[in-house]
């Protein structure tokens, strides 16, 4: 009887967590150096801050993350999470590395981005602070 017990406590109960929160691992979609060289050293980031009042990430939210011990912003293009009708659902949860000004660090974006995206971010840009345009310039496609 006891051991029955005792095996039973042995491994996490809790459900698939599908959000974006503090230490979900993130995979980075841009050409950026440091986004590279993590990724291929198979040390992906981690999320350790999200910028809202919820503290879960959605697609258009900007995050800071932990990658190879630097603190860096991202931006979220990508969830695993199930979204509301007319946005896609991925099989990995992707970012964007950005500057301070929200400039990309990368030069391309190499995996198809939402459309919504295009809505979320001008909403998020404003005069003399992010500027998010340039995340879109860049994106080869969109879903």
Known sequence: MMS???AARQFSTSAVSNH???LTRLRVVDNSTIGKQAM???KPPRCIHVYNKKGIGTIGDKI?????GEKVKAIIVGCVKEQKPNIPRFDSNNIVLIDD????LGTRINVPIPIVLRTILKEKTFSKGADYTKLL???SNYV
Do not use: H
Request: proline share 5%; aromatic share 4%.
């Open 101 to 104: 000004n929200g400039t990309p």
């Open 137 to 139: 310039a860049i994106a």
């Open 64 to 68: 800071m993350v932990a990658i190879k």
């Open 40 to 42: 291929a050293e198979g």
């Open 4 to 6: 029955t017990i005792f």
């Open 20 to 22: 974006i929160m503090k």
